[in-house]
Nanobody, 122 residues
Framework: QVELVESGGGLVQSGGSLSLSCAATSLTFNNYSMGWWRQAPGKEREFVARIRWSGGTTYYADSVKGRFTISKANAEKTVNLQMNNLKPEDTAVYYC???????????????WGQGTQVTVSS
């Protein structure tokens, strides 16, 4: 089982910055990635960014490339999302995601945080 504890978020003006953090408690999984998804009112949840824990490969949605940076924090199984040059369209509930993989590298399961609100005013 995995528990995800998110922090950060809040209200910021357009062009401002915010950071999110997510800590995972997992004693079981060694092959995993961590990332962020977001869901705006009336829209489906969409991918934002991901980092593979082994190797550190990162992936970003086109809409956030060059503005958001995902990274491992110093703490064990903790991921940060630095969001710069925020736009009103970035307003959403941001969800931390912990994705596990099977030994052969294929997808296994997803775990989700409770979500944290990010609001960008124009």
């Amino acid at each position: 089982q995995v528990e995800l504890v998110e922090s950060g978020g809040g209200l910021v003006q357009s062009g401002g910055s915010l950071s999110l953090s997510c800590a995972a408690t997992s004693l079981t999984f060694n092959n995993y990635s961590m990332g962020w998804w977001r869901q705006a009112p009336g829209k489906e949840r969409e991918f934002v960014a991901r980092i593979r824990w082994s190797g550190g490969t990162t992936y970003y949605a086109d809409s956030v490339k060059g503005r958001f940076t995902i990274s491992k924090a110093n703490a064990e199984k903790t991921v940060n999302l630095q969001m710069n040059n925020l736009k009103p369209e970035d307003t959403a509930v941001y969800y931390c995601n912990f994705r596990t993989y099977k030994a052969n590298g294929f997808y296994d399961d997803d775990y989700w945080g409770q979500g944290t609100q990010v609001t960008v005013s124009s």
